[in-house]
């Protein structure tokens, strides 16, 4: 087994981008999720689950490190319109740094090709942080419990994750089908990819050999 893909969500909701190295922190893959969409009224979180536009819209982590939003400063007037655009209605951007509550879950997903593949998706619609290629159908599902290892990284699979309305949605387009999640459904019992944690930090790059144990 290797690690195929990489991937991190600076802004949550918002496209994710695709690298090929990433430190691995306790609060997982570095720069993911780092800001948030809440409600410039209500002060209240929103994510893609209710306001979908919000997945058209390209997070980035530029040279230095700084979030942009289609190119554009995380916090200038003109990112907050665009998400507010995208939104339906008037939102404010809110950097959360390191805390971890910015998770729904826990810090990491994990997805594996083989499952991606026995459920006929785009692996993009399952938002995942590493994709582990090499595995054999739903090979996954034997994982909650066990550690992943891929270098000095240790990450400790606990559970499968239960996917949401989120998936149906096309990561480029936008156009939405129903039928996404109900396969989800009914070939995996709602559940697919695996929410981790992470027990010793490092570095991983694209090709790291992986591997599971007790």
Known sequence: ??????????VKSMRGE???????????????RRTVVVSATAARLITARTHPGLLGLQASLDDEGGITIN????????AQYLASEAAGEE???????????????????VATDGAIQDLDLD????????????????T???????????????IRVAQLRMRCVMTTFHPDTLEQDPNV???????????????????????IQVNDSASVSD
């Open 1 to 10: 087994m290797h690690v195929k893909e990489i991937w991190r969500y600076p």
């Open 18 to 32: 695709r690298v090929t190295a990433s430190n691995i922190a306790t609060s997982g893959v570095a720069g993911d």
């Open 71 to 78: 190119g554009i400063p995380w916090d200038s007037a003109a």
């Open 91 to 109: 939102v404010r951007l809110m950097d959360l740094d390191n805390d971890v509550s910015r998770f729904d879950v826990l810090p990491l997903l």
């Open 123 to 138: 692996g993009r619609r399952l938002r995942p942080n590493i994709v582990i290629g090499g595995v054999p159908g739903q």
């Open 140 to 154: 996954e599902r034997k994982w909650p419990g066990r550690l992943l290892r891929i270098g000095s990284v240790q």
């Open 181 to 203: 999640l109900k396969r989800i459904v009914k070939k995996a019992g709602g559940r697919t990819a695996l929410d981790c944690s992470v027990i010793s930090p490092g570095l």
